[in-house]
């Protein structure tokens, strides 16, 4: 099993820009797919991001599209979330998550808090 520990969480204003890293520890960082994921207060989590193993492809969900940046470094085990234009609503702690080929993302790091002021 892959541990994975995020960091680059903090406070910005509207507008603002952070990076978010997750650094993984543990089996093979290149044969699992990542992702980022959210939860708000009072909401369920909801899928933010994902790169396949290569990195060659990535996903977004439709509320971040333009605005934010999913990429990895295989060599350092590291994929990273370039979050730029925030606004409140991305306010949410942010998760790390790997994923093995054909299976649902099975990992998780503890998560790292992301807010937003207006």
């Known amino acids: 099993q892959v541990q994975l520990v995020e960091s680059g969480g903090g406070s910005v204003q509207a507008g603002g820009s952070l990076r978010l890293s997750c650094v993984a520890s543990?089996?093979?960082?290149?044969?699992?797919?990542m992702g980022w994921f959210r939860q708000a207060p009072g909401k369920e989590r909801e899928f933010v991001a994902s790169?396949?193993?290569?990195?060659?492809?990535?996903f977004g969900a439709d509320s971040v599209k333009g605005r934010f940046t999913i990429s990895r470094d295989n060599t350092k085990n590291l994929v990273y979330l370039q979050m730029s234009d925030l606004n409140p609503e991305d306010t949410a702690i942010y998760y790390c998550?790997?994923?093995?080929?054909?299976?649902?993302?099975?990992?998780w790091g503890q998560g790292t808090q992301v807010t937003v002021s207006s």
């Open positions: 790169i396949t193993y290569t990195g060659s492809r990535t």
């Open positions: 543990g089996r093979s960082f290149s044969i699992y797919a």
């Open positions: 998550a790997a994923r093995e080929a054909g299976k649902d993302f099975g990992a």
